[in-house]
């Protein structure tokens, strides 16, 4: 009897994702791998959605107002959610 590791394995890409508030502004960093951000409210409402550069450090505006969102990454192989809250 053989056995094996059995899972789901775990990209580099999903490892290296931060997002923070710097100011006006998300910074955004391990996303190279990712071609779409949506950004919704805690009510689910689409608020924004951007096109990605396929850079590994980018900025996109944030929500004026403070409170928790949600930033939604897309990519060709992996989609990826993440909270965030804005001060």
Known sequence: IRLGV???DE??????LCIRQ???MLQLTGTEA???LQLFDIHG????HHK???ANSQQIKAPQQPGVYMVKLISTTQIR????MIH
């Open 6 to 8: 059995v899972g789901i």
């Open 11 to 16: 990209t580099p890409e999903t490892n290296r």
């Open 22 to 24: 710097q100011g006006n």
């Open 34 to 36: 990712f071609t779409d």
């Open 45 to 48: 409402r689409l608020l924004a």
């Open 52 to 54: 990605l550069q396929t």
């Open 81 to 84: 959610t993440q909270k965030v």
